[in-house]
């Protein structure tokens, strides 16, 4: 019995040996030097497994957005849906249908709010175009937060303290612009999702072709 290596120095020594024109004949007949790798794919494996847990994880963006609870907010003040009586209900010595209603519009690729009265006149609005974000960066979640508490700031300055939200739209900055407006010293007395859905529902378009 031989065993691996010894055959492998042996097979080496006669390639050495061999001239140059029989290892030319050799390599024609198909004979080539190849070089073998005795290496495991084990530490391979376990190198990737490393790398992937020293790389940090995703950031989820604005900062406490997935640990908000807006139910636990609400159900602290108030119940959570209205009643005959709430239009009446003081807030501040204001009754709740002539408070400031803060209107968020939120779309894939950017984020707007607007601050009118109880009779629907627009006294105030910010997006995040005007905060400063470009292109992409406008629909993401950091630029709805950022808007919401600059405006909050601006809204503060008018004398405006407590609002109720109304929020429309499906865009990635919906948590994170209510967010935004607690963060900023609003206080939130109610919220209303006013995003339209049709039922029924239309027909999907259709699948693209590739």
């Given at each position: 019995m031989?065993?691996?290596?010894?055959?492998?120095?042996?097979?080496?020594?006669?390639?050495?040996?061999?001239?140059?024109?029989?290892?030319c004949e050799?390599?024609q007949?198909?004979f080539m030097r190849r070089?073998?790798?005795?290496?495991?794919?084990?530490?391979r494996?376990?190198d990737?497994?490393?790398?992937?847990?020293s790389?940090?994880?995703?950031?989820?963006?604005?900062?406490?957005?997935?640990?908000?609870?807006?139910?636990?907010?609400?159900?602290?003040t108030?119940s959570?849906?209205?009643?005959?009586?709430?239009?009446n209900?003081?807030?501040d010595?204001v009754p709740?249908?002539d408070?400031?209603?803060?209107?968020?519009?939120?779309?894939?690729?950017n984020?707007k709010?607007?601050?009118?009265?109880?009779?629907g006149?627009?006294?105030?609005?910010?997006?995040c175009g005007?905060?400063?974000?470009?292109?992409?960066?406008?629909?993401?979640?950091?630029?709805?937060?950022?808007?919401?508490?600059?405006?909050?700031?601006?809204?503060?300055h008018?004398?405006i303290?407590?609002?109720?939200?109304?929020?429309?739209?499906?865009?990635?900055?919906?948590?994170a612009?209510?967010?935004?407006?607690q963060?900023g010293?609003?206080?939130i007395?109610?919220?209303?999702?006013?995003?339209?859905?049709?039922?029924?529902?239309?027909?999907?378009?259709?699948?693209?072709?590739?």
């Amino acid at each position: 019995m031989f065993s691996v290596a010894s055959v492998l120095c042996k097979f080496t020594n006669v390639l050495h040996s061999v001239s140059v024109n029989s290892r030319c004949e050799l390599q024609q007949c198909g004979f080539m030097r190849r070089c073998l790798s005795t290496t495991s794919t084990c530490q391979r494996r376990t190198d990737r497994k490393s790398i992937l847990a020293s790389v940090p994880k995703m950031d989820e963006g604005a900062d406490g957005e997935t640990s908000f609870d807006v139910d636990k907010s609400l159900s602290a003040t108030m119940s959570l849906f209205p009643t005959k009586d709430t239009p009446n209900l003081l807030i501040d010595g204001v009754p709740f249908k002539d408070l400031h209603i803060c209107h968020i519009r939120v779309h894939k690729n950017n984020t707007k709010i607007h601050l009118t009265n109880g009779n629907g006149t627009v006294l105030y609005g910010w997006t995040c175009g005007a905060e400063g974000f470009k292109n992409a960066k406008k629909g993401t979640n950091i630029a709805s937060q950022a808007t919401a508490i600059t405006f909050s700031s601006k809204v503060q300055h008018l004398g405006i303290k407590n609002i109720r939200v109304k929020i429309g739209g499906l865009g990635p900055g919906r948590m994170a612009a209510i967010k935004g407006l607690q963060m900023g010293g609003m206080n939130i007395v109610s919220i209303s999702d006013t995003t339209p859905a049709q039922y029924p529902c239309q027909r999907p378009r259709k699948q693209r072709r590739l």
